[in-house]
Structures are given as structure tokens and as C-alpha cells.
């Protein structure tokens, strides 16, 4: 940990700094010291020649299933994947069983982190009891026993009048609501989007209306409270645009898009495909390209997997009873590559996206390459192809869409707090 | 020639191969009418009708299908399965065909199912007998056939169907063979009970069923599931479901003198059918059963005709393709 580790001549790219350059990258004692010249003598180097450099990845979005469903995943397994795929902080959903409804779930998972001591794991602390949707949780406990932002997800806050108040009482203190913008009454029943290819399945469908009447709610209460609102894993056209008109507003109102939003369309269910089934549901062409142009105009800040794993047990059952969600750790910044290749973003807008971004919502000491931060480093190279092996994958969740797709875009080196815990396709410790 | 390896919906056949099994089931007709009802088509073959839903006709219908064509046929349902102690789909699709029958059919109330168990079964054909709101195959060929009987042809024909749409499977699967063979869908419902985007199948849509007669050369009308009542708000009563949807003699003198009336039943009396119109001379409801027999040898009978040389799919598309293939060289 200690000792000085050099990444030399990389393509280094710090949004936060404005740092697009080749340079060399010093670290010491687990914090950035340096970048260009250093007067000092490397104990470890990495070449990072043709490769990007870049700050730790941070994956807003995400369920390690620890405690409650360790045959899913859990806090190790998790954070190993993390690493492979470049991500050094994560924060965990609190539907684990005991949920992260109160500050001794909080901590149990944050102490379980560091003896892992892979990657950052910040939890998200629950708005209300049990997720329930009826009593709020203790927030300023939560939130001083390390929890970073507030949610029920996996499930919506579905009642107006608790989600008015817990809007009104997180940003009382300044928290943020993320909220799973889905109304039930709606998709109740549904596996999949709603639309032509429901039909054609017989599937029952989850329409864009159970969405974006949330997210159109929901903003009204934000407004009223001028309260700090999150949407997680934005998928609509009309969710898209109520966040766009809401935050040209002025109003404290944000969100994050997960890769296979902005990559798939519900044509991937065809087939019956279990691992294209997800909530929200992948949508429509329409949808897709408005989610890339909410990227593109800034009006979605944040990249997030929605990170899922279920074990195969949960999925090989059929399409309609299949459990929801996939994995996505692991390809992250592949498919998101995908945004700089087709000219939507730049290499540093996107990376700010998975970065800086991110650790400005929440509040966290990360997403930088500033002198004297922690030394939370991803270096990949942006041309290397490779082939999704579910197989293979460092996650227990092996539920990918993209198992035997090519990837471009290959995650060689992580680096958390100076050390290298990922490298050359192996996880270290 | 190759046999069909599987059956899991009009949406894998093209035209000749759906012709092929209307008039292959043509010529079982007559067996079904002789005195001594048997045939040594399929013997030594077995057949396993596992039926996750509750069915009376279906499910008769294949059986006596398999043991008129001298297969045996063995009968299991979830009231009495294994699927009751917990086991999965998956488990007892498998544990089954450990058996090795020959033929798997399945009815299941979840979308996909054959498509599934198919993926990881792999020496036993498998037939769909109705899965969710997807498809009903041999519902359609057994149609196909009856209008064959009554029209020689459906080609630029106009069917109107009437009902529960966005539940209907046997709706999805005359959606489809309509483009295949050339004729004409009308589906009448209100929205509570038309499924998204319905008109991408290129049907006609109409949701005044008074409007939707005339030109009609048959009226089908689907069962009214009365829980869409209380579960989905799909309508408010059946009384006036009744009045608004359902066919009576006034509707019928409407529709023209020729058109002639379908279900494929189980019927409500009284509610999408008046009791009047369906023991009339225009009904070919119970014309649809007999052929049901009928269609459903020809179907066993394409499957077992021999066992196709297999080899384990890498994938889901892999093997729809390679069914798809296997069926077309079989024509």
C-alpha cells in the first residue's frame, strides 16, 4: 500500500480538473502526489502507453445481495467484479434482508467492505422502514453511519404522502431521494415493456406511462419542497423530458441511466431471453435515443449499472416468472464506450459521467485525480476487443445480455488507494 | 423426409408447411368416423400430454389423436403432478422426458413456455397446446381446417373475431396465419381488451361489433374469462358486456346469410354467444372439435414421423433456427 507506484505515459483524463493529456501519474503512499514530473523514485510502475488513465470508476447503482442473498452475490464477490470492471466505489440498494433500514445493517456492510478492501462500498439507506412505503427510516442516523443517498429500491415510494414527506424530511438535512420510478398500478403483472413486442410474446407489459407518471409526480413534490430528487435508471422519452424541463427550472432534480438503456431495445426480449429482462424494462428505439440525447445534453449526469445479479435458479424459469435484473459491473464501460465511438460524448465527458459526476451527487471524496486524493485509478484501453463469457465472469450473477457479444474497450489495470487490485485480467487479493 | 421437430406456434410455419398439416389432418377425418377408430401411424411412439391448465377439450383431443394413431399416450396434470411439491418447470419437463417419449405436449398459462423447455430437452419434440396469451396452434390448424371443409379456401376471406383479445393466444395465432394464407382479421373488443399495437399485425380493428358485420364471412367469437371482471376493470357487467359484444340472431342476419359462426370454446351461453346461434345451422363450433381430432393425428403423426438427427443447441436462436430448418426440409 505504501510505497510509490508510477503510471507512466498514460492519456490521462481527469474531468473534474480539466486533465486530457499523456503524462505520468504518481502516487504515494496511497494518495496522488504528482502528475508529469515527480521528484521521487517508483517502487512499482505501470506502463500505461496507448491506454487511458483515468479516475477510479464509481457505480451509483448497485446490488450486492449481502446481507440476505449471499448465493446471489455478496460484498467480496461484488467488489472483485467492481474492480474487473474498473469500478473502485460503489453504493449497495438496501433491498438486502435485514434491509439497510437502520445504522447497524449500514455499518455491518461497510466494516464487511474494508476487510474485503477491493473497492469503496457506500450504502444507500432506506427512505422507509422495510420498504414498506409507510415509516420513514432513521436518515440522520443512517446518514452519520456512512449511508450516501436514500431509497426504496427495487421498489417505488409509491404513496404520494410518504413521498412527500420524505422529500421534505431528507432535504431538510440536505439528503437526496433516489427514487425507482415505477407506478404499480401499472405494471403490475408486467415482464416487459409494453408495446409491440409484449403483444407478439403474449407477455404481459409494463407500460412507459407506469414511469413517467411517477417521475412527473414526484417532481412536483420535489418542487414543493425543493427537495434534492434522484431518478434512477431512467428509460423513457417522457421521463427524459420531465427531467430535462425540471432541471431547466432550476430544481434540484437529477438522474442516471444504466448502459443497457442506452444500448438495447426491448427487441433483445425476443425469444423469451431471461437475461434481457430487467426493470425498468428495456423500451423502444424511440426511448433508447432519447435516453443517449439526455446524455448527450447533460440532462443525465450519471451512468449506473443497476447492477443484478440473481442466481440461475431465479432466472431459468421462463420469461414472465424470471427475477428482474442483470449484471452489468463488468461491462460498464465497454457498452459506454460505445457514446465516445458514435460521437455522442467526449472520452472526459463520459468519463465524468461514471466519475466526478457521481461523487458531486453524493457527496463523495472521489472521482478525482487531484493532488492528494486517494489514489482511486482505472486504466483501460479503449481499442481492445474481447468476448463476454458468462462463464468467466468475476460476478456470481452470470444474467448478461451481452454473453458471447464483442466488447471494445478493455479495463487493464484498477488501482484503489495506490494499490493495484486489478490487473491483466485477474483480480488481486 | 424429415419430420417436424417441434410445434410451437404458427409463427415458425410458413404456408406450405400449414397447409401440409390441414390436409394431412383432412385424411385423418375418416378414421375418426369408422367404426373401428385405429390406425398403426404411431406405434411404439409415446406421447405425454402435460397439462398445466385446466382443459377438457385440448387435452381429449390429443390423446385420442395419439391412441386412434396407436401411440401411447400418457395423461398428466399439474393437479396431480409434481409441479405441486415444488418441483420446477424445468425439472419435471426433464424428468419427463428421462422417459423418453417421443412427444412432449404441453398447455402452460406462462408465455414460452415450449420455447423454454425446449432449449434443455433434447430428444423429445415438443407440441403447444395453448401457452399464456401467445399461441394456440393446433387450435388454428384445427380452424383451417373446418373452413377448409366449408370454403375450400380462407384465401380473401374476412374472419371477425370477437373478445378477450389481449389474452387470447388463439387471437395471436389466426393473427398470424391470416398473413400467411391471405385472409382477413377483424378483431372487435373494447381497448380494455386489445392488447398494445394490435394493428401491427395488419388486421382491421374495430370496437363496435355492429360496425364490424357486414362483409363478415365468419364471425369467431372467444370465451369471456369473468374474472377480467373483478381483476382487470375490463368491462362492468356481463349484461352489458352481452349487449355490447355478444352475437345474437339479430347480428347474425346482419353479418349476411352466408357467414357462418366460430368458437373454440369452452362457451358461455348467454354471454359472447346466445344459446340460439350456437346450436344453429351457421354453427361450425362443434365441426371445429372433430377436426381438433383430426389435425392433432396430423400433428403427432409430422412429429413422429422419425426422430431428426440432433445435437445440443449452443443457444435459443441457434436452435429456433434449426428448428425452423428442420421443418422446411420436412416440406
Redesign the interface.
Known sequence: MSGTLLIKNGHLIDPANGIDAVTNLWIDDGKVVAIGAYDGVADQEIDADGKIVCPGLIDMHVHLREPGQEWKEDIESGSRAAVAGGVTSICCMPNTGPHIDHAGIALQIIARAKQVGLCNVHPIGAVTKNLEGKELTEMRELSRCGCVAFSDDGLPIWHAGVMRKALEYASSFGFMVIQHAEEKQLTAGGAINEGWVSTQLGVSGMPVEGEDSMIARDIMLARRADARYHVAHISTLGGVALVRKARTEGLKVSTEAAPHHFALTEEEVLGYNVDAKMSPPLRTEADRLAVIEGLRDGTIEVIATDHAPHHEDDKRCGLSCAAFGIVGLETMLPVSLDLVRNGILSMSDLIAKMSSNPARLLGLDAGTLSIGAAADVTIFDADATWVVDRERMVSKGKNTPWHGKEMTGQVTHTVKAGRIVYAEGEVCG | MRPLKHLFGIADLDREQIEYLVNLGDSFIDINRRPLKKAPTLRGKTVINLFFENSTRTRTSFELAGKRLSADVINISASTSATKKGE???DTGQTLAAMQPHVLVIRHS????C??LAEHLENTGIVNAG?????HPTQILTDLLTLKQTWGSPEGKVITMVGDIAHS?VA?SHLLAAKKLGYTMRIVAPKTLL????E?YGCEVYHDFDAALPGSDAVYMLRVQTERLTDNCAFPSLREYHEAYGLNAKRMRAAGSDCIVMHPGPMNRGVEIATDVADSAKSHILDQVEHGVAVRMAVLAALCGGQAEEKKPA???QL?DEAMQAQRTLL
Open positions: 420446477t418447470l424445468l406462462l408465455a414460452g413456455t420455447e423454454f401457452d399464456g396469451a401467445h399461441e393466444r395471436r392488447p398494445s399495437q394490435i401491427r443457444n435459443r436462436k429456433s
